[in-house]
C-alpha cells in the first residue's frame, strides 16, 4: 500500500545531519533510504553550508527528487510557518533548548503538533534551570499526541541489544560499568565543541552516550555517591596542555574556561554496582576510541569500536566452553540507521512506545552528565 509521503524540516546543516567526510553520522543519507518522505526545509544561519548540502543532495540521481521542493531558511519559524510533519533539531544545543524565545524550538513545533527527532545533549542550561522547559515539552507531547525521540543512537545498536540480552538471560546483577571515550582532537575540529556555553562540554555533550548507555544497562544512578576529577589546562604542572589544537580552536577562550582534558568520574547505581567513566582529548587525528565493559558474576561483555560499520562483542562466560577464552560477536551494524527507521515508524502509527529514548528519560541522563560536570568543576574553586 501506497503511504502519503511525510514532509520534513530539519534545523541544523550541520554534520549530524548531512554528514562530513571523517564522521559516520548522516541522518539525510538514512532518511533517503527509508523513503517516503519529502524535504521541505533547511534552516541553518549559514546559508553558504545549507546552500552546498543542497546542491549535494539535489545532485543525486537516486534521492534528488526528495528535495526538487526544498526552501534554504535562515530561521525555523519560517520551517515552522511551513507546517511540515516532522522537524528533525540538530542545531548545536546552545541554540535549542530553552525557554527562551527563539530558543524555545522543541516547545513550539511539539505545541504546533509537529513530531520531533532532537539531538543530544537536551540543553546547555543547568538542570535546575532546564527542567520545567523540560516537562512543558513532554506535556505538549502527550496532549497533541507527538512522538519524540532523542538522538541517543546506541539504544538501537545491535551489539547493545545483545548485551541487554545476555545480561537478562544471566540473571544476575550488573557488578561493574566501565566506559572509556578517548577523543582524538588534532585533526576535524569542530569549533563550537571547544566552547562549553554553546555545547556544554565534554561529558555533556560527547560522553552522554555513555551515560545514557550506563543508564539503559545497568539502571539509576546514586547521585549522592558520584566523584569526579578533572585535568585542566590551567592546572598546576601543565599535564592539561594540549599543543596539536587545529582551527583556532580555544584562541578566544580563556584558560580557566577551557574544557577538560580528562574526566575521571565514578559511581554507584542504585541497584548497588560500581559505574566509571573517563573521557579525555588526548589521541592524534580523528579515529576516537571508545570501549566499554559490562561485569556480572562470572559474565564479560566489552564493546569493542562501537562507531564502527562492525563492532564486536566480546563475551567471557562460564557458559558455552572455555571460561578462558573470549568469544567475539561481530555485529554489522547501522544504528543511525534503525534508530531513524523506528522513528518513522512510530510517527506514522503514532506510537510513542516504540522510541527507546523519550525527552523525559533523556532529561535523566542529562541531570546525569551535569552531575559529572559539576563535581568535578567544583574541585576546581
Ligand atoms: N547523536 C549523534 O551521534 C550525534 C553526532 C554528532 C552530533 N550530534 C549532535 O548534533 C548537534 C549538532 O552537531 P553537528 O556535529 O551537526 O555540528 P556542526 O557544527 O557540524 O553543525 C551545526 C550547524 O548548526 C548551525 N546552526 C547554528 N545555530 C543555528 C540555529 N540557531 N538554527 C539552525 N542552525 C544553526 C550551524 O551553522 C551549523 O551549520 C549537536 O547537538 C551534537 O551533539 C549528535
Given amino acids: ?23 559516520p553520522w548522516d541522518h539525510a543519507s538514512r532518511l533517503e533510504k527509508i523513503g517516503g518522505l519529502e524535504v521541505i ?23 534528488g527528487h526528495m528535495y526538487t521542493n526544498c526552501r534554504l531558511l535562515a530561521n525555523y519559524e519560517e520551517l515552522l510557518a511551513m507546517n511540515p510533519d516532522v522537524v528533525f533539531i540538530g542545531s548545536p544545543p546552545g541554540y535549542r533548548g530553552s525557554p527562551l524565545g527563539g530558543k524555545n524550538i522543541e516547545l513550539e513545533f511539539t505545541r504546533a503538533g509537529i513530531h520531533a527527532f532532537v539531538e543530544k545533549p537536551l540543553s546547555v542550561l ?22 519524540l525521540s532523542v538522538g541517543y543512537k546506541f539504544r538501537y545498536h545491535a551489539a547493545i541489544l545483545k548485551m541487554k540480552e545476555l545480561i537478562a538471560q544471566h540473571g544476575g546483577k550488573v557488578m561493574a560499568f566501565n566506559a572509556r571515550y578517548y577523543f582524538a582532537y588534532t585533526e576535524g575540529i569542530n569549533k563550537y565543541w571547544f566552547n562549553s556555553d554553546i555545547s556544554g562540554g565534554p561529558i555533556v555533550e560527547q560522553a552522554t552516550h555513555f551515560c545514557d548507555l550506563a543508564r539503559y544497562i545497568c539502571g539509576e544512578v546514586d547521585m549522592s555517591t558520584l566523584d569526579t576529577l578533572l585535568l585542566n589546562d590551567s592546572d598546576e604542572g601543565e599535564a592539561g596542555k594540549l599543543n596539536h589544537l587545529s582551527n583556532q580552536a580555544e584562541e578566544d577562550i580563556p584558560s580557566c574556561k577551557r574544557i577538560p582534558r580528562v574526566t575521571l568520574s565514578h559511581w554507584r547505581f542504585q541497584d548497588g554496582g560500581l559505574g566509571t567513566l573517563m573521557h579525555s582529548l588526548t589521541l592524534p587525528g580523528s579515529r576516537y576510541h571508545v570501549t566499554f565493559d559490562v561485569q556480572l558474576d562470572g559474565l ?4 569493542i569500536d562501537p562507531y564502527g560499520s562492525s563492532s564486536i562483542l566480546r ?15 561481530v555485529f554489522e551494524n547501522d544504528m543511525y540507521l534503525r534508530e531513524l527507521d523506528t522513528f518513522i515508524i512510530a510517527v506514522r502509527q503514532k506510537k510513542q512506545s516504540l522510541i527507546k529514548s523519550s525527552y523525559e528519560d533523556a532529561m535523566k541522563t542529562y541531570e546525569f ?4 560536570r559539576r563535581q568535578g568543576e567544583a574541585k576546581m574553586k
Avoid at 12 to 19: C, E, N, P, T
Avoid at 315 to 329: I, T, Y
Avoid at 369 to 372: D, P
Fill in 1 to 23: 500500500m501506497n503511504q502519503a509521503k511525510l514532509k520534513i524540516g530539519f534545523i541544523g546543516a550541520g554534520a549530524i545531519h548531512f554528514g562530513r567526510p571523517e564522521v
Fill in 41 to 63: 526545509g533547511i534552516v541553518d544561519p549559514d546559508t553558504r553550508r545549507s546552500d552546498e548540502v543542497l546542491k549535494d543532495r539535489l545532485a543525486s540521481p537516486d534521492y
Fill in 126 to 147: 543547568p538542570p535546575e534551570e532546564f527542567s520545567t522547559y523540560a516537562c512543558a515539552v513532554t506535556e505538549a507531547c502527550r496532549v497533541n499526541n507527538i512522538v
Fill in 300 to 303: 564479560q561483555l566489552s564493546l
Fill in 315 to 329: 563475551v567471557r562466560s562460564l557458559e558455552g566452553g572455555n571460561p578462558n577464552q573470549d568469544q567475539d560477536l
Fill in 369 to 372: 552528565t551535569w552531575a559529572i
